[in-house]
């Protein structure tokens, strides 16, 4: 009755095993044959006609964007203020200059990676600033 797939892991990923048959859909259960698909509102027996598009989702993504930019522009005069280990005031920084793209925070990410106890996350904060520079300074070659 069960079955077991190898997934792409080459892990076992259990599986039914229903024989030869289809799965059922809303069309073979008399009981949800005149039930409407959600989306198209069509009965769930009758296809959607290709010239139905589905209504674009609302996202408010400008509405976002702005509360995003507000947020980080609040954010940035307030991080000093926080009380964080060295690791993660540095995770916190570079977190603000990849959203804003703020180059200005780099030497306090760089003052945070240097109080990195731990020599394998210091040397790899220090590496993000390296990467951080470049990126910046990539941008300034391609203006």
């Known amino acids: 009755?069960?079955?077991?797939?190898?997934?792409?892991?080459?892990?076992?990923?259990?599986?039914?095993?229903?024989?030869?048959?289809?799965?059922?859909?809303?069309?073979?259960?008399?009981y949800?044959?005149?039930?409407?698909n959600p989306i198209s509102g069509h009965p769930a027996d009758e296809p959607a006609s290709p010239s139905t598009p589905p209504a674009p989702a609302?996202?408010?993504?400008d509405n976002l964007l702005d509360i995003k930019k507000q947020a980080l522009q609040n954010l940035t005069p307030l991080v000093g203020q926080l009380?964080?280990?060295?690791?993660e005031r540095f995770k916190t920084l570079m977190m603000l200059i990849q959203a804003s793209d703020n180059p200005n925070l780099l030497k306090q990410a760089y003052e945070a990676a240097q109080n990195i106890p731990d020599q394998k996350a210091r040397a790899q904060a220090l590496i993000d600033?390296?990467?951080?520079?470049?990126y910046f300074t990539q941008q300034q070659k391609a203006v």
């Open 1 to 30: 009755m069960f079955g077991v797939n190898d997934n792409q892991n080459g892990q076992a990923a259990p599986s039914l095993a229903l024989g030869s048959q289809a799965p059922a859909g809303p069309g073979d259960n008399p």
């Open 83 to 87: 009380d964080q280990p060295p690791e």
């Open 58 to 61: 609302d996202t408010g993504g």
């Open 129 to 134: 600033v390296v990467n951080e520079i470049n």
């Open 32 to 36: 949800m044959a005149n039930l409407a």
